[in-house]
């Protein structure tokens, strides 16, 4: 596949802990075709999740750069990342982040109202997403009335609402019990089909990571492939 959406190059990221300089990410090269499957697999501080925020824009490299629909990341200020996030990228993580104060159906519509798009079309286009992840029924129910599965489905929902490019996952099944994590992995590769958008889910389960198209460990501050 050509269509490479997310790319980054000789990536490093070095934190400052008192005098000593800490090298979580190694000159990495990486890049994710267009509705491919990645999964990311480590142990605890393998610099999983600080890659994930570095290809989302969340966090900078310290050397290298990162590329999003052929975009530098590094050319551009906050409010142009921002902006080219929400059109193409949507992020889901191990807790769901939902607002309380609002029901599913306002939770997956903000993506959109940032966006700019109507009221109305936010709420079609919510409800819409909704129904697709299982939650017709359960749209208009505030978080706290939800189930953890549940919770989780609405939060993909929303990653999923601006039909993003590619979809960013840190640990999304790892609050869940095991039958839950099955369910959502399965609602999120089915979506990815469904969609077209490429999927790079960081995970610590073997069995999960095994599904995807390409598996990646990381270890040392360097991806390898399994």
Sequence with gaps: MNDIVLKCEQVRK??????????????????????????????????????????????????????LMGRDLGSLNQKQIGLLRNQYLGFVYQFHHLLPEFSALENVMMPLLIGKNSKAEAEARAAEMLDKVGLKQRMLHRPSELSGGERQRAAIARALVTRPRCLLADEPTGNLDRKNAQNILDMMLDLKTELATSLVVVTHDDELAGRFDRVLTMQDGALRSR
């Design 14 to 67: 070095v934190y400052a802990d008192g005098a000593l300089n800490v090298e979580v990410l190694r000159s990495l090269d990486f890049e994710v075709a267009a509705a491919q499957s990645v999964s990311i697999i480590g142990s605890s501080g393998s610099g999983k999740s600080t890659l994930l925020h570095i290809l989302g824009g969340l966090d900078k490299p310290s050397e290298g750069r990162v590329l």
